[in-house]
């Protein structure tokens, strides 16, 4: 099994999912001029990680890829909790992550992929800021008295870890969010997560 990734990028979700299941895998990290030409944009036709090959497949897609490693490790329990219902709670995380908070994030990075001219790029960043920082905010009222997005430790976790690098990365203020910032102390201190920051030349 071979992750594709960048380090720090998304692509980190999958990397600590697979440190959780104990299987073997490769960590390759794609060099940024590599992306959007052959070979890699074969696998990847948007030209972006993660990318989980596997068993004669190349699997793009966060959420794919992290079901994937969730049916095939199903000891791990990747989606959480022994119930149907923890392991919603976990996939609707996974989901406002995914394609909410994500989403919004990627106009923060790069505002010039989706609009033209400095006022303009300069004003979808503060707005995709300002709406980055809504969701941080709806996450960290729900970890209210709790450890976990779900019940128990989930993907949605390492999803949430990751973009919240992100924020510090670009100085989005979380401060006054202590749920959030108890929540990424958890994860910091998960071996896992230490593993896959080590092997993404990120400590
Ligand atoms: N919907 C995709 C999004 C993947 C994505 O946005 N990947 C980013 C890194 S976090 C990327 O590779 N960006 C490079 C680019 O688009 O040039 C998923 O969930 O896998």
Redesign the pocket.
Known sequence: MKLHG?PG???LVDHIALQWTGAPFEYVAVP?DA??VAPFINM?P?????VLEDDGIAL??????LEYLSEKHPQAKLFGGDTAKARAEARRWLAFL??DL??AF?LVF?AARWVEGQEAQTSLTAIASAKVKEMFAIANQHLAGRDWLSDSRSVADAYLYVVMRWAVAKKIDLSGMTNLQAHFARMQADPAVQAALQAEGLK
């Open positions: 960048l990028a998304c692509s940024r992306m959007k990847s948007l030209g972006a990680v993660p793009t897609q966060n959420v794919a890829i995914n394609a994500h989403k990627s790069g």
